[in-house]
RNA sequence: GCUCCGGUCGUCUAGCGGUCAGGACAUCGCCCUUUCACGGCGAAGGUCGCGGGUUCGAAUCCCGUCCGGAGUACCA
């Protein structure tokens, strides 16, 4: 039989290619989204996990929209999903907007082609026609429920004779091609990730395949393009192993070589259920608004569920690319953990050259919607700053800030007081040093070295520290260093201070003292 | 209910018959330091879901069991 998946040709085709015996079938693999949404993080960590398969092996990755539910269709998904690739990095060699030899891309435009298949699986007695309506299928299944037997189509128009068919034809009763699943012997199929997975075959459904519309199904329509698109590996979630055998099936049916199946793990939330909305975040662009890198989503999603080998975890797309295999998938779960992706979004800021840190976080200003950020009370001047600023000044406040910032959406609180003369002084910052003995002597004495100064270096905003000390008698120079900062930014954290003062420079500073004068007095 | 998949520190994971079960995030402590952070060092945290085998030896192999998840549409 043509069809005939034997263990051997698996093994042939499969090792082949791990062990270089020769074999040279080229690695198409796609990544087959529906526009029903914008997609989430699990959908795109599989076009990740597809993307890295194809460039660790030559080969080619294919995007092809799977918009056969026409009532399914959200406006703006497409965009969304291609936006998705472009934000992380990938790229897709055949697709939409680029097209390739193996077009259209789109299952929507292919049609004849599954109605063209369909009735080959009928003449070849493969499917039959199923005359149910919805009503008779819900009762079906409500009997079912009852009494608790398992639920799938029984099968009652599989035995109809060729007279009885022409009838319900004739009459013009709308119908279905359903799979006819063969009634007993188990379906196998060697997965990649999990081994040897096995079916009894007469336990699965009789599967629609074309709907009485005439448009195929998921089951149809992905098995069909996978033959025609010649792709070579179906690396999917674990959510569809369960209708792998029908696709063995149909690959049976036609007589063609399946692919070979990788089913990676599924995505989890933090309560063990599959991610979804009510987790929060899930939409891979929501990352971007939030502030995360690309680079930094995409090398945290790649490490759920799969694994170098060894102990690497920070990787670049390239380092990714290197490193990918199937072997290297994970059978089981895994939860999102969004502390770990923030801990790696901030090594990815902190690898940023102070160039790209500003070009990134202007970008990002510019481009971001989410609310809570563009509603923030230091974004305005923040954004203000970046746009008609001084570039080298802001450059310069960024990169003071950039190892203590998790989050793009955070530079503009943490940087605020670079842009805002009058600071928002910390009430706790405030108290420490409010009404103390030398405080006033303290700011008095920076006016008083300030006035003819326009330059300063760190270096001499730190002797003009130390001289007040010295000149005040101060026991540490911390007494001095404190109050100074809260003076200068409000607050009793940030940047080292005399970094801080050199770039804020001397008009900055004189007017900060006159203000904190008052302020920290008693 | 039925089918399938899964089960190593709280979380992500390494491991693939012999390791003190390794790394990372998070947590805690110490160091560095003008603060916060970064960085460095260290601690705590796993009887490898549980019970049986096989074996001189099991996280690793087999069986059972429990728990979790996914699927069960004219959706993908």
Avoid at 23 to 40: E, K, L, N, W
Avoid at 165 to 173: F, N, T
Avoid at 237 to 259: C, M, R
């Amino acid at each position: 039989m043509p069809g005939d998946s034997t263990a051997g040709a698996f093994a042939k085709r499969f090792f082949g290619r791990h062990f270089g015996m020769g074999s040279s079938v080229m690695v198409r693999v796609r990544y087959a989204p529906s526009p029903t949404g914008s997609p989430h993080v699990g959908n795109i960590r599989t076009a990740l996990f597809n993307f890295l398969f194809a460039r660790s092996e030559g080969g080619r990755f294919i995007v092809r929209i799977e918009d056969t539910d026409q009532t399914r269709k959200v406006e703006g998904a497409l965009e969304d999903i291609l936006a998705s690739l472009r934000w992380l990095g990938i790229e897709w060699d055949e697709g939409p907007e680029i097209g390739g030899e193996f077009g259209p891309y789109f299952q929507s435009q292919r049609l004849k082609i599954y109605q063209h298949h369909a009735d080959e699986l009928l003449k070849k007695g493969a499917a039959y026609r199923c005359f149910c309506t919805p009503q008779e299928l819900e009762e079906m299944r409500e009997y079912q429920r009852i009494n608790k037997i398992p639920q799938m189509y029984d099968r009652r128009c599989r035995g109809k004779t060729a007279d009885e068919i022409g009838k319900e034809l004739a009459s013009g009763k709308p119908f279905v091609v359903r799979l006819a699943m063969p009634l007993q012997g188990k379906i196998a199929f060697e997965d990649a990730v999990r081994g040897r997975v096995e079916y009894e075959a007469s336990l699965i459904d009789d599967q629609v395949l074309l709907k009485s519309d005439g448009w195929p199904t998921y089951h149809l329509a992905n098995v069909v393009d996978d033959h025609l698109q010649q792709i070579s590996h179906v690396i999917r979630g674990d959510e569809w192993i369960n209708s792998t055998p029908k696709h063995v099936v149909l690959y049976q049916a036609f007589g063609w070589e399946p692919p070979i199946f990788a089913h990676a793990p599924i995505i989890k939330g933090a309560d063990g259920a599959k991610l979804s909305k009510r987790h929060g975040d899930t939409r891979c662009l929501d990352y971007r608004e939030k502030g995360y890198l690309a680079e930094a989503v995409a090398n945290f999603i790649a490490l759920i569920g799969w694994s170098p080998g060894d102990n690497r975890e920070i990787m670049r797309i390239q380092e990714l690319e290197a490193a990918f295999s199937l072997q290297g998938i994970q059978p089981s779960p895994g939860v999102f953990d969004l502390q770990k992706l923030q801990w790696m979004n901030g090594e990815y800021i902190r690898a940023l050259s102070k160039e790209q840190l500003y070009e990134v976080v202007a970008a990002f200003d510019a481009n971001t919607k989410d609310e809570q950020y563009l509603e923030s009370a230091s974004r305005a001047v923040f954004s203000q700053a970046l746009k008609k600023g001084d570039k080298d000044y802001v450059m310069r406040a960024l990169a003071l800030e950039q190892e203590r910032v998790k989050l793009l959406t955070e530079f503009p609180e943490a940087c605020e007081f670079f842009f805002v003369d009058h600071v928002r002084f910390d009430d706790q910052g405030v108290a420490k040093w409010k009404g103390q003995p030398h405080i006033e002597a303290l700011m008095n004495f920076y006016l008083e070295h300030l006035a003819d100064k326009t330059e300063m270096s760190a270096e001499d905003c730190e002797q003009m520290v130390n001289a007040a000390v010295e000149r005040l008698g101060l026991l540490k120079r911390a007494l001095a260093i404190h109050p100074t900062r809260v003076a200068l930014t409000g607050r009793s954290f940030g940047p080292g201070l005399f970094e801080l003062m050199a770039l804020l420079g001397a008009a900055r500073m004189k007017t900060r003292f006159e203000i904190a004068k008052n302020v920290l007095n008693a």
